[in-house]
């Protein structure tokens, strides 16, 4: 058991230079392109907001593809939300493209046009998700998940997209998702729900899966948990006993969250040091999408966690701010379990990152307090 491997310094959290080189380094917006049931038939179109609008999933008619959503005359973002459309129209000059992309009008210019179609994403798909060419984080996580759940991942249904923002490092948002050792002390329900003693984890170098069983005896504390509980019973039947959740972390910023029936993606994008957006798309197994009473309990059980979790990384990147701007550098341990996924996602935040910064200059030992 390490108990003196130190967490990830200060300065990473607060440093310009290293936010820099993250979104230099690291794949923030592009590694989730959807799922299937975005556009559940031909000609239905979904902008992706976490792209910051300039993909658009599209049904062609053939199949589901991924476009640019930029104009090729003056670059207006074109398509807004989700929709049906023939073809794509700019709002600007009206230039208009088909469902492939292809330039079919440019009014009163004269061009060549094979030079302006819009560019199409290279992708793959696996079980309804959507994810670039060659890179296999994501559908290697799926996979891996499969050994905790067995929930259709193909069968879902999209039923809601939300944005918020927080005011914490984007890693610290990530570290409190990774971070199983609160689960009891910070949260009322999980302490008598969840079982953190008992978490199966699946680490690999580009994605991490955790999954967490239910208590013995669970015991409901609020009303959103009771809720989403009764809603279960009545839709489904007896909470099955095999697992509580299954979180998935795909390096470095995408969390999937699943649950009974519900599975939650949420993409963590930085916006400033202190700063970072959250889109979340949540989705459902399909023979439970028109039960508007079991959805609203869901959310209301999950925006309590989230109020719970977002209280707790402020909490954390206040003291862990008030360090840095004074020059301390203590690095507390790492629980071995417990915080297990966490440290794995800070090896891998350190790989990527050593090799284009002089580490030596962060790195003290754990016990250390240097004052300045
Ligand atoms: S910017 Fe799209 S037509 Fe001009
Ligand atoms: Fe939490």
Same mark, same amino acid.
């Given at each position: ?13 607060? +440093?310009?230079?290293?936010? !820099? *080189? $993250? ?8 590694? @989730?392109?959807?799922?299937?049931? /975005? ?96 890179? +296999?984080?994501?559908?290697? !996580? *799926? $996979? ?8 259709? @991942?193909?069968?879902?249904?999209? /039923? ?213």
């Amino acid at each position: 058991m390490t108990i003196n491997t130190p967490s990830l310094a200060h300065e990473f959290y607060f +440093s310009e230079e290293i936010l !820099a *080189l $993250e979104k230099k380094l690291f794949q923030f917006q592009d590694i @989730f392109l959807g799922h299937s049931s /975005f556009v559940n038939e031909s000609q239905n179109y979904f902008v992706l907001p976490h792209t910051k609008e300039t993909k658009v999933l599209i049904d062609n008619g053939e199949e589901i593809q991924v476009l640019q959503n930029i104009c090729k005359h003056r670059y207006s973002i074109m398509l807004q939300g989700k929709g049906h459309c023939g073809k794509i129209v700019c709002p600007i000059h009206s230039w208009s493209y088909n469902l492939k992309g292809k330039i079919l009008n440019q009014p009163g210019i004269e061009c060549d046009q094979s030079a302006h179609s819009l560019e199409r994403e290279s992708i793959d798909i696996y079980d309804g998700f959507l994810f670039p060419k060659n890179v +296999s984080a994501l559908k290697n !996580a *799926l $996979e891996a998940a499969k050994t905790f759940t067995n929930i259709d @991942f193909e069968k879902l249904n999209f /039923f809601a997209y939300e944005r918020f923002f927080v005011k914490v490092n984007w890693k610290s948002y990530m570290d409190t998702f990774l971070d199983n050792y609160h689960l009891e002390p910070f949260h009322p329900n999980f302490r008598t729900f969840l079982d953190s003693r008992y978490i199966e984890s699946i680490f690999r170098d580009d994605f991490s899966v955790q999954a967490i069983h239910l208590r013995e005896k669970p015991q409901i504390k609020t009303p959103a948990l009771k809720a989403y509980l009764d809603c279960y019973s009545k839709y489904v039947g007896k909470f099955p006993e095999d697992y509580g959740a299954v979180w998935l972390c795909i390096y470095p910023n995408i969390i999937i969250e699943i649950s009974q029936c519900f599975v939650l993606i949420a993409i963590v994008l930085p916006d400033s040091i202190d700063t970072c957006s959250i889109h979340e798309y949540r989705l459902v197994e399909q023979q439970f999408s028109q039960h508007q009473d079991f959805l609203t309990a869901f959310e209301q059980y999950m925006y309590e966690i989230e109020y719970e979790d977002h209280d707790l990384m402020n909490k954390i990147h206040q003291g862990r701010k008030d360090l840095y701007q004074q020059g301390h550098k203590h690095y507390g341990p790492y629980h071995p379990t417990k915080e297990a996924g966490q440290q794995q996602f800070h090896d891998y935040i350190r790989r990527k990152i050593s090799g284009n910064f002089d580490e030596t200059t962060l790195v003290s030992s754990p016990r250390e307090v240097v004052r300045v």
